[in-house]
């Protein structure tokens, strides 16, 4: 596979869901939240372009891969012994306190999309992973990659 772009933007925010929306005059809208998040990460990415040029090809397949890194809740590393020995492999985001990795995914992807120019069918192949960290913000890292066709599936079986 052949990456195509990378990138990784530090928000001030936390991530955005995709099912953010809200009943207003009878129809179904998205929050301020989530305008906040579109809207930053959209100038992060466009901020970036302007230096990076990106050439998305109608009809070519994608594989995109998403890391969402949450700052590490002060309770779990509460102590020194605790903050030095801090793995994030080890200690998973898996409470309510972060969003579901594919409601994560899919207000992120609506970002790309919009900025790279591409239609989401392309994406044949979406990995997503979630992390905590030391640090004080949040940060969104993505790689997407041509994908050839004829890669096989391991576990779709005949």
Same mark, same amino acid.
């Given at each position: 596979?052949?990456?195509?772009?990378?990138?990784?933007?530090?928000?001030?925010?936390?991530?955005?869901?995709?099912?953010?929306?809200?009943?207003?005059? +009878?129809? *179904?809208?998205? @929050?301020?939240?989530?305008?906040?998040?579109?809207?930053?990460? =959209? #100038? $992060?990415?466009?901020?970036?372009?302007?230096?990076?040029?990106?050439?998305?090809?109608?009809?070519?397949?994608?594989?995109?891969?998403?890391?969402?890194?949450?700052?590490?809740?002060?309770?779990?590393?509460?102590?020194?012994?605790?903050?030095?020995?801090?793995?994030?492999? +080890?200690? *998973?985001?898996? @409470?309510?306190?972060?969003?579901?990795?594919?409601?994560?995914? =899919? #207000? $992120?992807?609506?970002?790309?999309?919009?900025?790279?120019?591409?239609?989401?069918?392309?994406?044949?192949?979406?990995?997503?992973?979630?992390?905590?960290?030391?640090?004080?913000?949040?940060?969104?890292?993505?790689?997407?990659?041509?994908?050839?066709?004829?890669?096989?599936?391991?576990?779709?079986?005949?």
């Amino acid at each position: 596979m052949k990456k195509v772009f990378e990138a990784k933007i530090e928000l001030p925010m936390k991530f955005a869901s995709g099912n953010q929306m809200i009943v207003a005059r +009878k129809r *179904l809208i998205r @929050t301020k939240e989530y305008h906040a998040y579109h809207d930053y990460l =959209k #100038a $992060s990415l466009e901020e970036i372009l302007d230096e990076v040029q990106v050439q998305m090809k109608p009809g070519q397949a994608y594989e995109l891969r998403s890391l969402f890194v949450y700052p590490v809740p002060k309770s779990l590393v509460n102590s020194k012994k605790k903050r030095d020995e801090f793995d994030s492999s +080890k200690v *998973l985001p898996i @409470t309510r306190g972060t969003i579901d990795i594919d409601n994560s995914v =899919k #207000a $992120s992807d609506d970002v790309l999309q919009d900025v790279l120019g591409f239609d989401d069918s392309q994406i044949v192949n979406n990995l997503g992973y979630k992390r905590y960290w030391l640090g004080e913000t949040y940060i969104y890292k993505f790689e997407l990659y041509e994908f050839d066709s004829g890669m096989e599936i391991e576990f779709y079986g005949d």
